[in-house]
Each structure stands twice: as structure tokens, then as C-alpha cells.
T-cell receptor
């Protein structure tokens, strides 16, 4: 079974600085996908970025990028130039591609951006 | 078009009553998920469907919980004989493709906040 670990329950970052949110995963399947979602205090779940296990390059979407280290089974989210609106919970999630397997979420990291 | 719609937004019920939570996914979406989320925690998988087929129900806590999606569109999560520990946010999510078929992310509804008194 797949598993996601996010070891940082809470993080603080100064506005305009970069921050890295950790995500490690456990799967025995070679073909899988990883998502990151943002959940602000309003409660909505916002999709940020996707990384496939066979993708040759690290995914990037605007100020979001993924530091994907397949051998270490880590997929850390990097947010550059933090903004106050980045304050939220961030969740990493995994699914396996080769079977009808479910999307599993990690426990999340709470990010607070300090002005 | 419209996003994933869940109803009711809030449900307060007394212990022992049955409740039915509804999810209307984005039109044409194949995959439909149910999650439960406690405050400050990640979504906890309950069950999911591809079309009308329930692919995995391993996350349902016990036999008081059931879900259906008879026509491959709207889904209902039913909790029988509710208990206080069932109080949580229940979220539905849908995707245009079966899980694993592509990199399509899940689109989430705003959830139903269930309170069992």
C-alpha cells in the first residue's frame, strides 16, 4: 500500500523568501504520480502541481516547483518569493498508475508567511 | 462549467439517525472519490468509483458506511446509526479520467460538515 509522510507539521517563512515543504512517499510500484494541493483557511482544495514518476524533468508551475528525488522517494514542494496569500495547509498525495489504485493524501504541512 | 457540488453544506443530526450526503461531480467526470477530513488533518480516503463501479471501499470505517453511484454520475454516501465520532467534514472529488490513466488532478467539492449530537 502507498503511504505519504510530511514531517513538518508547521512552517514559517518570511515574505518574499523561498520555502521548501517536505514530502516522502513509499510505494513498490515503479509507475506513480504525485500531486500537491493547497488548502487555505476557506477550506477549498486547490491543485498546485503534478509529477509523474517517469517524468525526466522536475515539474514547475509559476512560483511552484517540485524537487523530485526518485531514489530517495521524495517530492518536496518549493515555493519561491512567498506571498501572504501562500499561508495555508499543503498536502502531498500519491497514486499508482498501473492499477486502479486510490489517491492517498499525507497529513499536511501548515505554512505561515510572515510579513 | 459548474464545479463539484455537495449537499447539504452543513448537517446536524442526532446520534442514531441515518444521514445521506450527496455529491454531484463535474459533468462527464469518470472518477469520483469520497474523503473524510478532520480539522488540521489530511483527507482520509473512504471509497472511490470509476463510472458506476465501486473500485475500492477499503477506507470505509465500518459497515455503517456505504456509498453508491448507480448511474455513474451523482453519488450518495450514507451513514447509518450515526455516532458522535462520525462528526467531520466529508469531501467529494472527481476527475475526468479513471485514476492512474493520466495526470488529471482531483477536483474537490466544498464538503459537507457533519455534526452528530
Amino acid at each position: 500500500a502507498q503511504k505519504i509522510t510530511q514531517t513538518q507539521p508547521g512552517m514559517f517563512v518570511q515574505e518574499k523568501e523561498a520555502v521548501t515543504l517536505d514530502c516522502t512517499y513509499d510505494t513498490s510500484d515503479p509507475s506513480y504520480g504525485l500531486f500537491w494541493y493547497k488548502q487555505p483557511s476557506s477550506g477549498e482544495m486547490i491543485f498546485l502541481i503534478y509529477q509523474g514518476s517517469y517524468d525526466q524533468q522536475n515539474a514547475t508551475e509559476g512560483r511552484y516547483s517540485l524537487n523530485f528525488q526518485k531514489a530517495r522517494k521524495s517530492a518536496n514542494l518549493v515555493i519561491s518569493a512567498s506571498q501572504l496569500g501562500d499561508s495555508a495547509m499543503y498536502f502531498c498525495a500519491i497514486f499508482v498508475k498501473t492499477s486502479y489504485d486510490k489517491v492517498i493524501f499525507g497529513p499536511g504541512t501548515s505554512l505561515s508567511v510572515i510579513p | 462549467g459548474a464545479g463539484v457540488s455537495q449537499s447539504p453544506r452543513y448537517k446536524v443530526t442526532k446520534r442514531g439517525q441515518d444521514v445521506a450526503l450527496r455529491c454531484d461531480p463535474i459533468s462527464g467526470h469518470v472518477s469520483l472519490y469520497w474523503y473524510r477530513q478532520a480539522l488540521g488533518q489530511g483527507p482520509e480516503f473512504l471509497t472511490y468509483f470509476n463510472y458506476e463501479a465501486q473500485q475500492d471501499k477499503s477506507g470505509l470505517p465500518n459497515d455503517r458506511f456505504s456509498a453508491e453511484r448507480p448511474e455513474g454520475s451523482i453519488s450518495t454516501l450514507t451513514i447509518q446509526r450515526t455516532e458522535q465520532r462520525d462528526s467531520a467534514m466529508y469531501r467529494c472529488a472527481s476527475s475526468p479520467t479513471p485514476t492512474g490513466a493520466s495526470n488529471s488532478p482531483l477536483h474537490f467539492g466544498n464538503g459537507t460538515r457533519l455534526t452528530v449530537t
